[in-house]
């Protein structure tokens, strides 16, 4: 729905991938909030010519013909990296790419595909594990690849309000204001990424699933997973000395679910950006 739409995010994930661009970007590294992993396993695309699944209320126009870049030697790279710091990792060639991903990188670098790795979750959903995926990867940010993560600051498909989007396909009807809880939440993902850096951020982030509206913003811990991901790729000691992450976009659809674009990191000096679309 959002992903197929114009909106101020999208814009936002437009200036974005300019600005990777710009900077020389290597590659993309990313989870997103569709693909997870049973047991205490998790995957990394290795598809070498992948698919694309359909996307609701979205016409194939807007993504069926967008080349994708599978960076197969990146994601043997990313597989040592996880198996070396302890994770029962694995590749599968055989993964179609779900649109919490290319719809992402359509927004971002619409004239190409930059070399994407996507590594999927695991399906018991624990925040430090997840932290510690992006933490084990974080020195690929050094070489001058962009992390992603794609999830959601409030994402309750149960308490979202459809008939605006049922009735005359308009997700950004917002007739009424969102509900309390959802407000309550949002502001706390917005508080815990741009007041904390470093270690900080990671229990910040982590610490939110024990918000008394936690479960009401997040029925399924799916579309949180990613933004553990990112915490850990962007904090470390020393990411200290970063800026703090900045929220550069928010779009609301449905009327309780909310999508926060954050930024954490900077280009400046060298040090590469983790970007945190939630």
Not at 27 to 39: N, P, Q
Not at 64 to 91: Q, T
Not at 190 to 213: S, V
Request: hydrophobic fraction near 40%; charged fraction near 20%; proline fraction near 5%.
């Amino acid at each position: 729905m959002m992903l197929g739409e114009e909106s101020e995010s999208a814009d936002y994930w437009k200036a974005c991938g300019d600005e990777a661009l710009a900077n020389g970007i290597k590659g993309v590294i990313m989870m997103g909030a569709h693909w997870d992993c049973l047991g205490d396993r998790i995957e990394v695309a290795t598809n070498p010519s992948p698919g694309k699944s359909p996307v609701a209320y979205v016409h194939p126009s807007k993504y069926v013909n967008y080349k994708l870049v599978p960076d197969l030697d990146s994601a043997d790279r990313c597989i040592s990296m996880l198996k070396d710091g302890g994770f029962n990792v694995g590749a599968n060639p055989k993964f179609e790419w779900i649109h919490d991903t290319y719809l992402i990188l359509i927004r971002m670098f619409p004239a190409g595909c930059p070399p994407t790795t996507i590594v999927s979750m695991n399906a018991r959903f624990d925040p430090h594990f997840h932290l510690r995926v992006g933490s084990t990867l974080r020195p690929l940010r050094n070489e001058g690849y962009l992390f992603i993560g794609t999830g959601g600051a409030v994402h309750n498909l149960y308490r979202n309000v459809w008939a605006p989007m049922l009735k005359y396909r308009d997700n950004f009807a917002q007739e009424t204001a969102p509900e309390g809880w959802a407000l309550e939440f949002r502001q706390s993902v917005e508080d815990c990424m741009t007041q904390n850096r470093g270690p900080a951020l990671r229990r910040a982030i982590t610490r939110l699933m024990k918000h008394p509206q936690y479960r009401d913003a997040h029925a399924t811990d799916d579309h949180f997973m990613s933004a553990c991901f990112v915490a850990g790729a962007a904090g470390d000691w020393e990411d200290e000395q970063e800026e703090k992450g900045r929220l550069g976009a928010e779009t609301w659809e449905l009327t309780n679910m909310c999508n926060s674009q954050f930024t954490l990191g900077s280009w400046a000096g060298g040090q590469r950006v983790a970007a945190a679309a939630a």
